[in-house]
């Protein structure tokens, strides 16, 4: 009794789960980000040493062969320019998928639904129900933000 206790409990079957888990080693998603990020830290080191250490130095520790100096200022504009223009792209292909402001399909859609007036179909003495839900309409809209009686 006691044995089934035990192996049925939680701690037993964490234990059991922990054994798997290192028999089957690591995942490749995990080895992929490790190995990227150390990549991208190598890369970033090597691209400063190149950006700040002067020419006559690298030539004298026998690199000779490198991009220009150029590169080191270029390379960061031109990921920066890419982007900006990007997003500048991404937010112009937004405005021109919007329909205009005076379309009717900023109002209404296959979604919209009407308001029912349930005061007529009410018999007396019944109770008001809840309305349904539906679009307010924009002439009741405007009455309430723009009327004139309300701006006094």
């Known amino acids: ?7 049925n409990s939680s701690r037993r079957i964490l234990s059991l789960n922990q054994e798997a888990s290192e028999v089957q080693g690591t995942k490749p998603c995990e080895v992929y980000g490790f ?3 150390i ?4 890369a970033t080191v090597i691209f400063l040493i190149w950006a700040y250490i002067p020419d ?6 026998g690199i000779y062969y ?8 270029a390379m960061p504009m031109y990921l920066m320019v890419t982007v900006l223009l990007a997003l500048v792209f991404y937010i112009g292909l937004n405005f021109m998928s ?3 402001t005076t379309s009717f399909n900023t109002l209404f859609d296959e979604y919209s639904r009407e308001d029912v007036d349930f005061l007529l179909l009410m018999k007396n003495g019944d109770d008001r129900p809840i309305d349904p839900i539906s679009d307010i309409d924009i002439t009741r809209i ?3 933000m723009f009327d004139s009686h309300l701006v006094k």
């Open 1 to 7: 009794m006691e044995e089934d206790q035990l192996v």
């Open 142 to 144: 405007n009455d309430l």
């Open 66 to 73: 490198y991009p220009s100096k150029y590169w080191a200022m």
């Open 39 to 42: 990549s991208i830290v190598v």
């Open 35 to 37: 190995v990227g990020s």
């Open 98 to 100: 919007t329909s205009t």
């Open 56 to 61: 006559k130095l690298l030539e004298s520790l």
